[in-house]
């Protein structure tokens, strides 16, 4: 097996800008295409009791994604999400090879004791286990090394390092990639999920792919980068990359012929990408949705009052983001301006 | 001095988004704040003497540039640029100190011969001399230590690295420093341009701060990026990696302001930033103008009918790049293609 692998996730992360409504056309054909340019692993959605039946990368279960799948998966490992908040233990059903191979945990710093409780049932019922710590950087290294040591118990088939907010500079993620290295089982895969609020994903990965391991490594993408706030490390560029540093290895026609026909169409109804506003979310360390959810509703508001209005959100809220507590506070902020 | 230094070149290389059309209020906001942010270079527009009066950062005369300079310049060395295109040594008048301390001068690698006698007058006329030879790529390392020795000759104050196209991984640069490192005197400054059509601009730029050099090294950036193509590295994202990577040097804040004043206006009118289409210019080595002139008339060319349309230009005629030219092959396609 090589020791990088790309894992696109355009069906699960890229859902955010879509709410998850891919047509049963695009998901068939997106995960075909991605198995055929070489993808080595796929997260198709989220596995949600409350989920959709149909046109939905929201799958109420996890047997219903057994349709998308085509029988001729070549090596690429299908994946699924589950949110500690959303999905419990009840709607875990046996592994049977026909859906997916494996499920991503995913959980915020005050939600571990859940989180862990899950990955224990995710294994005992036949799946791949995949841990996915959100904010890592809210840990601190020794917090840190105490999660890994407790998610190693369980055997897991990877954990990953989340800048879930985009400000992670690739000295950053060297830093927890140590502890992981020092503290997992030799066989364990380590992962890395960027955002691109800063503009650092694209030079996170390339930086990974220069890692001295002897481990395997996993780089998260989705098609032209769909995701929230700037959006992901972008599939095209991280394949090429691959490309024309380490050998030819996936199909770039492929990934731009898949970005034309699904996520463009996307994209002129909704664009990401980066901003200012999302350059300023990353560098004091707010939830990028601040921008989103303000620009969504004043598109007016310039460069320099958004940076006077975050002054205003107190500490514990910045990384906790409603839209309608956004909105709130903005009409206060403009209140107090105009007294 | 410091070892590392960001020129931004917003007025000269971002004109290509609002055809210089900078007022003269916008202009001279422009430089003052730059100059209070602590960027250490800034390079004003081009001198042209088919430039404006004027509202415009095409200036007809070295001269008229005057008006727009402060008295306290701080450590700030300002520059302009010269096409060798446009512009002939007839127009060069006497370094005074009063108008700018050096020329930029630009040139294809079909101008080398002109190129290197304006870099005589400029220097016989008192200016600081840099040479920005465009496409770098485009010479073989034989050509280009051929061009960086007699460059040498005429003891220039800096050589950049363009990567015009926005193609050059950071092992290319890294190759052509090299060369620079070697050829030239130990006094020589070593400049970066880069451009964003396949993300690589920041990449490179990080890089660049972790060489192994004695010299001095110059960056360029404009803010916001704006600039031609998915444009420029973004001066907010390298002066803030600056202040977080190697001691706070640059006000993040003043650039913030300065974006929010004048860019997304500009932005509002007229987008540049990375796209699928771009990132094929930059994969198959096009101009990145055969994306932005067909787009401008044809926003409904979809990413395979890109792919399929760039098959059919000639190798000659990649890098060059009119908007007839393009609308009339996208013309000739099209009928192709229906017949």
Redesign the interface.
């Known amino acids: 097996m090589d020791k990088y692998n790309l894992l696109d996730c355009t069906l699960r992360d890229g859902g955010y800008i879509n709410k998850w409504a891919y047509s049963d056309e695009a998901i068939i054909d997106i995960i075909r295409n991605l198995i055929d340019a070489g993808l080595d692993f796929l997260e198709v959605g989220y596995i949600n009791p409350e989920g959709n039946v149909g046109n939905s990368t929201q799958f109420n279960s996890i047997e219903r994604i057994e349709e998308y799948l085509p029988k001729d998966r070549k090596n690429c490992i299908f994946l699924a999400m589950a949110d500690v908040q959303q999905f419990s233990i009840k709607s875990l059903t046996q592994h049977t090879g026909r859906s997916i191979e494996g499920i991503r945990i995913v959980f915020y710093k005050y939600q571990v004791k859940e989180a862990l409780e899950l990955a224990k049932a995710v294994k005992a019922m036949g799946y791949r286990l995949f841990m996915q710590p959100m904010v890592t950087i809210d840990y601190s290294i020794d917090e840190y090394a105490k999660l890994v040591q407790n998610i190693d118990k369980l055997n897991p088939d990877a954990v990953s390092i989340v800048d879930s907010f985009g400000y992670m500079?690739?000295?950053d993620f060297r830093r927890y990639f140590r502890v992981l290295d020092n503290l997992l089982g030799e066989e364990v895969i380590i992962g890395f999920h960027s955002h691109n609020n800063?503009?650092?994903a694209?030079?996170t990965a390339?930086d990974i792919l220069e890692y001295k391991t002897s481990r395997r490594l996993i780089i998260d993408s989705s098609l032209?980068g769909i995701g929230r706030g700037a959006g992901n490390l972008?599939t095209?560029?991280i394949a090429?990359?691959y490309n024309?540093?380490l050998g030819n290895k996936y199909n770039?026609?492929l990934i731009?012929?898949l970005?034309?026909?699904h996520i463009?169409p996307i994209y002129k109804q909704r664009a990401w990408?980066?901003s200012?506003y999302l350059?300023?979310t990353g560098?004091y360390h707010y939830h990028p949705n601040y921008a989103g959810y303000l620009l969504e509703e004043h598109s007016e508001v310039?460069?320099?009052?958004f940076?006077e209005f975050l002054k205003t959100i107190p500490e514990e809220m910045k990384t906790k983001c409603r839209k309608q507590y956004v909105l709130e506070k903005w009409n206060e902020f403009l209140g107090e301006k105009h007294i």
């Open positions: 500079l690739k000295e800063m503009n650092l694209f030079i390339q032209y972008n095209e560029l090429n990359y024309m540093t770039i026609k731009l012929d970005i034309g026909r463009m990408g980066y200012p350059f300023i560098l310039t460069v320099s009052q940076l």
